[in-house]
């Protein structure tokens, strides 16, 4: 029998390209011994890559552990991840007397054929543990093949897309996180037109979101950031920070303000020991760091640090990476890795959550003339934060281990900044336009105490900006904030507990 099976031009939905999907058999197209992909015509051969897009689940051992390998495997074995899912806990199906599932699915370029690209997933399957075991059973690692370019592939081994896509959710819901709202290409208008119309469509006929919830990994957890919106307390170990220069100096004035944040119930304490104010001065990695490891070792100790979270606040990878050992769990880069081009590998290689914040020049230049000027400021800050989310991306932090924040009082100014509190869906929806994982990251936003409040609320003195600072929090919850990062814990939290009774907060997908 032939191995594939040709195709006919496909009719496409309103969403798609009028241009009709590949038309393949075997006699055009084939593997060679080196894996790469050949396609031949009479007067000359080409070497192409293909897109393809491959599911991931695990419910045995360390899920993410999992996960990590298979990533790193296939990266080493030639295929190039270019976009990453959302990360789903779901159900089990089928055989439902067994425990929960890990899943998602990765976009990828890679000139493997399409049955050398099978033989190195199950290659990855049984180097992290899989045997053949029972059908729809539990497994360490499942890696298949969904789409492969443009093309319909049939045969006893391989058959794509994947014949089982079409009635499980749990494989349509990261699907669709690989896309944007627009379709992107002709490859991404054949995916639609392989689901009998528009992917989105069949999700809502699924019913996915009942037995799944979106989490992202952070600290030996699965943290669903949509049940409550998360307060993130400063602790700043600076002599010239806008709000709080010098109070915290001393580990001991620092470990105390530390535990009465984390008693207020902060979900989340932010270190920072380098001041990224307009205009501060930056200094040297060695002094961030004499400043910063005493109070890690310290606060992360504490009694009342259980169960609770901590970013380090810095812009320089190797302050992040000795964080990171000494007991934080995630990374606060206010330049987004503009100023230190070693910070997205080096965050992928710790393999923690990255926050990646929307500005425009350095602390000395961000508030100039020309990184104030927008058109639309909601739209603009949506797509470079988009940008500096997919650098992230392409380094190797997965969208389901990235947080955005659009950087409010960095690069505005006043009705800028006002803006972006009243227009964050605008800015969630402008990103999903280009990648719905990425427009489906926890948001956090942190307006607490700055300048714009004061011109707002005529108060030049950071300290008495509290009162406008819980009316900024209370908005930003309202509007979609998932975390909020503060000065004043107790009174912000309030506000916060206020507005998600108002919204009546549950998971969404």
Partial sequence: ????????????????????CNVINRSLFHSSSNGVVEVHSQEHEVVIEHEVVI???????DRLHNFDEALDQMRKSGIRITRHGCLYETAPAYVTDQPQFLNSAIRAV??????ELLRILKKIEKDIGRTDGIRYGPRPIDLDILFYGK??????SLVVPHERLWERPFVVGPLIDLLGSDIENDTVACWHSF???????????????????????????????????????????TPDSFSDGGKFLSVESAVTHARTMLLQGADIIDIGAQSSRPMASKISPEEELGRLIPVVEAVTKMPEAEGKLFSIDTFYSEVALEAISKGVHMVNDVSSGFLD????PVVAGLKVPYIALHARGTPTTMQNV??????????EVANELYERARAAEVAGIPAWRIIVDPGIGYSKNTNQNLDLLAGLGTVRTEMGKRSLALSRSPLLVGPSRKRFLGDVCDRPVAAERDPATVAS?????????DIVRVHNVRDNLDAVKLCDAMLGRKKTI
């Avoid at 996915?208 to 998360?230: C, E, F, Y």
């Avoid at 081009?341 to 997205?344: A, D, E, L, Q, T």
């Avoid at 020309?370 to 739209?379: A, F, H, K, P, S």
Wanted: charge should be positive; proline fraction near 4%; hydrophobic fraction near 40%.
């Fill in 1 to 20: 029998m032939n191995i594939f099976k040709q195709l006919v031009p496909i009719k496409f939905s309103s969403r798609c390209t009028k241009k009709p």
């Fill in 55 to 61: 599911a991931l689940g695990s419910n045995m051992g």
């Fill in 473 to 481: 929090i209370a908005a930003a919850v309202l509007n979609g904030a």
């Fill in 151 to 156: 093309f319909k592939i049939h045969s006893e």
């Fill in 370 to 379: 020309e990184n104030l000027r927008y058109g639309n400021v909601c739209r």
């Fill in 341 to 344: 081009s070693n910070m997205h």
């Fill in 195 to 237: 689901s009998g119309g528009d992917l989105f469509e069949l999700w809502d006929k699924l019913g996915g979101k009942d037995g799944m919830r979106r989490v992202l990994p952070v600290a030996n957890r699965l943290w669903d950031w949509s049940t409550k919106t998360s307060v993130m307390g400063i602790l700043n170990l």
């Fill in 110 to 115: 890679t000139k493997l054929g399409p049955f």
